[in-house]
């Protein structure tokens, strides 16, 4: 089957058998070159900027800051998610060995808003944990959070304006 058959068909197909991502026209493949073998491999500029500007060691977050990450995650993710299996438990406990009943629905959406802000304690985990390796911050880490918060949003910005 030739290219011109092959788009012929395509362009019979009906719009719903289409994927919207899908081009209407196939791109023309660029001819083929032969390639050269060469003797000896030369550093050009576009293969020494490729190379990141830092090693993996310095873009690695410090083991110390890790640590704190993880017990911020532990405590805000952790808490809520505890909650939520004991809410069930608890629930069942009360309709099998006593007379209480407790709507369905409530148990539902009490569980869905603890399990919700268990998810939400990792980002606040991460977020509110000092990232300088020399200060632990505060208990809640209110200010820590709104700091990392305006990093984060600022490289966002100059990620977005970058692929514009």
């Known amino acids: 089957m030739s290219a011109e058959e092959s788009e012929r068909d395509r362009e ?6 289409r994927l919207p991502f899908e081009p209407k026209t196939k791109r023309q493949k660029p001819p083929k070159v032969a ?5 000896q491999p030369k550093t050009s ?7 990141p500007p ?8 410090p083991q110390v800051v890790s640590q704190r990450m993880i017990r911020r995650v ?7 998610t505890a909650l939520g299996i004991t809410t069930l438990v608890v629930s069942y406990l009360l309709a099998i060995y006593s007379e209480i009943q407790l709507p369905p629905i409530a ?4 569980n869905m808003g603890l399990f919700g802000l268990g998810v939400l304690g ?3 985990g991460v977020l509110s ?5 020399e200060r632990a911050g505060s208990l809640l880490g209110l200010g820590e959070f709104s700091t990392n918060w305006g990093r984060m949003v600022e490289v966002w910005r100059e990620t977005r304006q970058k692929n514009v």
């Open 54 to 61: 830092f090693s993996k060691e310095e873009m690695a977050i």
């Open 122 to 124: 990792i980002t606040y």
């Open 107 to 110: 148990v539902l959406l009490v």
């Open 35 to 39: 390639s050269k073998p060469l003797a």
């Open 129 to 133: 944990a000092s990232w300088d390796e």
């Open 74 to 80: 532990a405590g805000f993710c952790g808490i809520p």
């Open 45 to 51: 500029e576009k293969q020494v900027s490729k190379q």
């Open 12 to 17: 019979a197909l009906p719009q719903a058998n």
